[in-house]
């Protein structure tokens, strides 16, 4: 009796290195892509009030389909950063007296509290993290850098507010952040560094001492000395 031939072993699947799979699941999709670029223009005032642009010119610059920049487009739009004008034309939302009063007695509110929750979550490497933040601000200060010292400021504020641990507060203050951008990038352009002050180590130190009042205050104080800028800037007074 004759046996049946052995067949062969059966062929693993190659298996997807362990790299690859980390960099596929990193990656964002392209509309998150499309959003963050569009945002940080609009944050860091590449864009300023009332200055448009088109749908279609957004597709070239970031170089993908309309569908991924209809969508950021409809995010920001919600977020109060972007306004249609007609004939597929966004623009920067032009921001007036009353507008302005609003913007700023709502970051009064959300953003100390904001300071406080973190202050309750906050230990001494994340303390460091954004003393070393600071550092860098400082170092923009110094070089006359506008862009650089704003995206410091902003990446400062936000790693201490995300330490709050915020689903209400957070998306709200980022929001507000985004209207103000615009403004801020004109009041910086204009005076340049050099007379650019904060209360950065007054919230450090109190966030270090455990003092969540303090910290807040200090904030408070911090983004109060930019409104008063802006104002009188505007004659908002």
Request: charged share 25%.
């Amino acid at each position: 009796m004759f046996s049946s031939p052995a067949r062969p072993p059966a062929k693993t699947p190659a298996k997807t290195p362990a790299k690859t799979l980390a960099k596929t699941a990193a990656k964002p999709p392209a509309h998150e892509t499309v959003y963050r670029r569009i945002r940080d223009k609009i944050l860091f005032g590449d864009l300023a009030p009332g200055e448009s642009v088109t749908i279609q010119g957004l597709v070239a610059e970031c170089g993908v389909s309309m569908t991924p920049v209809r969508e950021a487009i409809r995010r920001l739009t919600a977020e109060g950063a972007l306004e249609f004008q007609g004939n597929r034309r966004i623009s920067v939302p032009r921001i007036d007296g009353a507008r302005f009063a609003e913007l700023t007695f709502a970051r009064r509110q959300i953003e100390p509290r904001l300071v406080e929750m973190a202050a309750k979550r906050m230990d001494q490497a994340r303390i460091d993290a954004l003393r070393a933040i600071d550092d860098d601000l400082n170092l923009a200060i110094d070089a006359g850098d506008v862009k650089g010292y704003m995206r410091q400021n902003h990446r400062f504020h936000f790693t201490l507010y995300r330490r709050a641990d915020s689903h209400i507060l957070l998306p709200m203050a980022e929001a507000l952040w985004l209207q103000f951008g615009p403004l801020y990038r004109i009041i910086s352009g204009k005076y340049g560094t050099n007379n650019l002050e904060d209360q950065h180590d007054e919230a450090l130190l109190a966030l270090a001492a455990g003092d969540e009042k303090a910290a807040a205050r200090a904030i408070l104080d911090d983004i109060s000395q930019g409104f008063e800028i802006v104002a009188a800037n505007f004659g908002w007074d």
